[in-house]
């Protein structure tokens, strides 16, 4: 049984850093996609990026590139999301996910469906 438990949301000014933390106990993380999501109030969970099958490949929704990264730890079985230059629209709850089942396809990993296990989700605020 893989648990994910998020870490790092917090208040921050628009301009601003954070680093999330994904954490993953029960598997090794490396062997499976890993996907960031958030949702903000009265609005459906959306795709922010992900890392697939041993980070063959790297996918960013259009309104993150440039400012987002993920990137893995596998020696602390940890994902990462740094994001820099944040904006108001960036508030939201924030969500890992990874898909631990049979390997999905790429496209199948921009969406919540691709994943099997989430986490409890950690608060990102940006202020104006």
């Known amino acids: 049984q893989v648990q994910l438990v998020e870490s790092g949301g917090e208040l921050v000014q628009a301009g601003g850093s954070l680093r999330l933390s994904c954490a993953a106990s029960g598997r090794t993380f490396s062997n499976y996609a890993v996907g960031w999501f958030r949702q903000a109030p009265e609005k459906e969970r959306e795709f922010v990026a992900c890392s697939t099958w041993k980070s063959g490949n790297i996918y960013y929704t259009d309104s993150v590139k440039g400012r987002f990264l993920i990137s893995r730890d596998n020696a602390k079985n940890t994902v990462y999301l740094q994001m820099n230059s944040l904006k108001p629209e960036d508030t939201a709850v924030y969500y890992c996910?990874?898909?631990?089942?049979?390997?999905?396809?790429?496209?199948?990993?921009?969406?919540?469906?691709?994943?099997?296990?989430w986490g409890q989700g950690t608060q990102v605020t940006v202020s104006s």
């Open positions: 996910a990874a898909n631990i089942g049979s390997r999905r396809p790429d496209a199948q990993l921009m969406g919540p469906g691709g994943y099997d296990v």
